[in-house]
């Protein structure tokens, strides 16, 4: 069939006095292919009408697939068991033209934005090795969609906490804000609704006013409206994680950020092959510029100090004075710190721990053992300091019984001191050894062995009285004690 340029060149000849065997040949056309466009007299190509073969059979066709469903191989067989042959390309043909089991394609809008008109935030699940395991961590990106600026971080879990930290550390990494974000219909950010029906939850809202800018939700299920930071999400998983690794969550997201800067700074083919840093010295401009003061996002709670002194924040413990144990304490949590606050004063910071790691996180100034400080003993008792000068021979025991005792054995050493004082030099030393040997550090029996070493040479024992005479005993036994005869004078 003859084309629309052939077809209108064939008719300009024609009125132009040329034969149909000239027309033929300039046109490399057979004569009788000018004689039908000559005897139609237009130029438009008439349209080809085919007879399908399986229109007939529409009606059951469709109701097939319904029972079918969708199994176009079963509705193939069962137009053969009632004898419709049709071939299967043929059928599956058919469907498509008649939109059966397929939807009619949607045409698709192009977005275009002004500098600074909108930027779209999302998250996106991914699996990453952090360290020796695989995290499932979740990702946070920010693009402007004028510049394509894109800034990206990595959270255990996304929160509104996180989602204000996030935006507050990308705000502020790109110098402003646009003056709409578009979101998808996560609860971190909508309190209720979908798309155009959504309601921004209350923080939200006064989050994006402290920045000059305002949450949009797309509409459910709506992708396009949010592509510029649904692609970020395949390029950071194909370019960002293959090949890298990370000792830790922190590790990641300074990688992330160098990524992100190093990403910024290429060229791109939707771009008009310009870099996306060059679109933002223009963008950058109409930003909403910061407020004078960026105030750190933290997350307040309530702890009751435990018996221990800590309180527990993400199953993590964190260390307070000792005379605030039963009190009830506000404790603010941040990205990076652990504020503990007793009312308007703070009372200490901690770094923070990992969400679930079940760290005990304690202060110098918060160690105890047993009822003492070990900040308030650190001095060397008097009696230890004499013992070790002039008697060295018992710094073996005392080195045990401070090891005894966790490191502040008072007590004892009061007492070998007194020993010293009281007791014998030699005898004390060979007690001592034969304690040490035997791993007794019980100072009382130390003392008894003392007293058995020298028993008889410092000290008067009592003699022992000797038997008296059977006979004697006897005689005495007769004798009448009423007698006063027999009462000795």
Same mark, same amino acid.
């Given at each position: 069939?003859?084309?629309?340029?052939t077809r209108q060149a064939i008719l300009r000849l024609a009125t132009e006095g040329?034969?149909?065997?000239?027309?033929?040949?300039?046109?490399?056309?057979?004569?009788?292919?000018?004689?039908?466009?000559?005897?139609?007299?237009?130029?438009?190509?008439?349209?080809?009408?085919?007879?399908?073969?399986?229109?007939?059979?529409?009606?059951?066709?469709?109701?097939?697939?319904?029972?079918?469903?969708?199994?176009?191989?079963?509705?193939?067989?069962?137009?053969?068991?009632?004898?419709?042959?049709? @071939?299967?390309?043929?059928?599956?043909?058919?469907?498509?033209?008649?939109?059966? @089991?397929?939807?009619?394609?949607?045409?698709?809008?192009?977005?275009?934005?002004?500098?600074?008109?909108?930027?779209?935030?999302?998250?996106?699940?991914?699996?990453?090795?952090?360290?020796?395991?695989?995290?499932?961590?979740?990702?946070?990106?920010?693009?402007?969609?004028?510049?394509?600026?894109?800034?990206?971080?990595?959270?255990?879990?996304?929160?509104?906490?996180?989602?204000?930290?996030?935006? %507050?550390?990308?705000?502020?990494?790109?110098?402003?804000?646009?003056?709409?974000?578009?979101?998808?219909?996560?609860?971190?950010?909508?309190?209720? @609704?979908?798309? &155009?029906?959504?309601?921004?939850?209350?923080?939200?809202?006064?989050?994006?006013?402290?920045?000059?800018?305002?949450?949009?939700?797309?509409?459910?299920?709506?992708?396009?409206?949010?592509?510029?930071?649904?692609?970020?999400?395949?390029?950071?998983?194909?370019?960002?994680?293959?090949?890298?690794?990370?000792?830790?969550?922190?590790?990641?997201?300074?990688?992330?950020?160098? !990524?992100?800067?190093?990403?910024?700074?290429?060229?791109?083919?939707?771009?008009?092959?310009?870099?996306?840093?060059?679109?933002?010295?223009?963008?950058?401009?109409?930003?909403?510029?910061?407020?004078?003061?960026?105030?750190?996002?933290?997350?307040?709670?309530?702890?009751?100090?435990?018996?221990?002194?800590?309180?527990?924040?993400?199953?993590?413990?964190?260390?307070?004075?000792?005379?605030?144990?039963?009190?009830?304490?506000?404790?603010?949590?941040? &990205?990076?710190?652990?504020?503990?606050?007793?009312?308007?004063?703070?009372?200490?910071?901690?770094?923070?721990?990992?969400?679930?790691? !079940?760290?005990?996180?304690?202060?110098?100034?918060?160690?105890?053992?047993?009822? !003492?400080?070990?900040?308030?003993?650190?001095?060397?008792?008097?009696?230890?300091? %004499?013992?070790?000068?002039?008697?060295?021979?018992?710094?073996?025991?005392?080195?045990?019984?401070?090891?005894?005792?966790?490191?502040?054995?008072?007590?004892?050493?009061?007492?070998?001191?007194?020993?010293?004082?009281?007791?014998? &030099?030699?005898?004390?030393?060979?007690?001592? %050894?034969?304690?040490?040997?035997?791993?007794?550090?019980?100072?009382?029996?130390?003392?008894?062995?003392?007293?058995?070493?020298?028993?008889?040479?410092?000290?008067?024992?009592?003699?022992?009285?000797?038997?008296?005479?059977?006979?004697?005993? &006897?005689?005495?036994?007769?004798?009448?004690?009423?007698d006063p005869e027999c009462t000795d004078e």
């Open positions: 069939m003859l084309e629309l340029d040329h034969g149909v065997r000239a027309i033929a040949q300039a046109l490399s056309v057979s004569r009788n292919s000018v004689r039908r466009v000559l005897r139609d007299g237009h130029a438009r190509v008439p349209s080809l009408e085919r007879l399908e073969s399986a229109l007939p059979y529409h009606d059951q066709i469709r109701d097939l697939h319904l029972r079918c469903q969708g199994n176009l191989v079963r509705v193939n067989e069962e137009l053969e068991a009632i004898g419709i042959h049709i @071939g299967y390309s043929t059928l599956t043909g058919f469907c498509r033209r008649h939109h059966i @089991g397929v939807e009619p394609p949607k045409p698709v809008g192009h977005y275009s934005f002004a500098p600074a008109e909108e930027m779209q935030h999302d998250t996106s699940p991914h699996g990453v090795m952090v360290g020796e395991s695989k995290r499932k961590l979740q990702c946070a990106s920010l693009v402007l969609c004028h510049s394509r600026m894109i800034f990206a971080q990595a959270y255990p879990n996304f929160t509104r906490f996180w989602c204000k930290v996030f935006l %507050t550390d990308a705000l502020v990494h790109l110098g402003g804000a646009a003056g709409r974000c578009m979101v998808d219909n996560s609860s971190v950010v909508v309190a209720r @609704g979908t798309g &155009k029906n959504a309601v921004i939850a209350p923080e939200m809202v006064a989050f994006g006013e402290r920045f000059g800018f305002h949450f949009e939700a797309h509409e459910l299920g709506d992708a396009n409206r949010s592509a510029h930071v649904e692609r970020r999400f395949h390029y950071i998983e194909h370019n960002f994680y293959p090949g890298r690794s990370f000792s830790d969550l922190d590790d990641l997201n300074t990688q992330l950020r160098a !990524w992100c800067d190093k990403a910024n700074g290429i060229s791109r083919r939707s771009l008009g092959h310009v870099r996306a840093v060059d679109l933002f010295q223009a963008e950058r401009l109409a930003l909403r510029p910061l407020p004078l003061h960026v105030p750190q996002v933290y997350q307040l709670h309530e702890r009751l100090v435990d018996l221990e002194g800590y309180v527990n924040v993400h199953t993590c413990r964190y260390s307070v004075p000792v005379d605030l144990i039963g009190r009830r304490l506000e404790v603010r949590e941040t &990205k990076d710190q652990i504020r503990i606050f007793d009312g308007h004063r703070l009372v200490c910071e901690h770094p923070r721990r990992p969400q679930g790691s !079940w760290d005990r996180s304690t202060l110098p100034e918060h160690r105890y053992h047993g009822r !003492w400080r070990l900040q308030q003993h650190t001095a060397v008792l008097p009696e230890e300091a %004499t013992l070790r000068v002039a008697a060295p021979e018992l710094v073996p025991l005392l080195d045990a019984l401070n090891k005894h005792h966790g490191g502040r054995a008072v007590r004892p050493i009061r007492i070998l001191h007194r020993l010293w004082r009281d007791y014998p &030099k030699a005898s004390l030393l060979r007690a001592a %050894t034969a304690a040490l040997e035997h791993g007794l550090l019980d100072l009382a029996r130390i003392e008894t062995m003392v007293l058995r070493d020298i028993a008889g040479d410092f000290f008067r024992l009592p003699q022992a009285e000797p038997e008296p005479n059977a006979d004697h005993q &006897k005689a005495r036994d007769d004798t009448n004690p009423d």
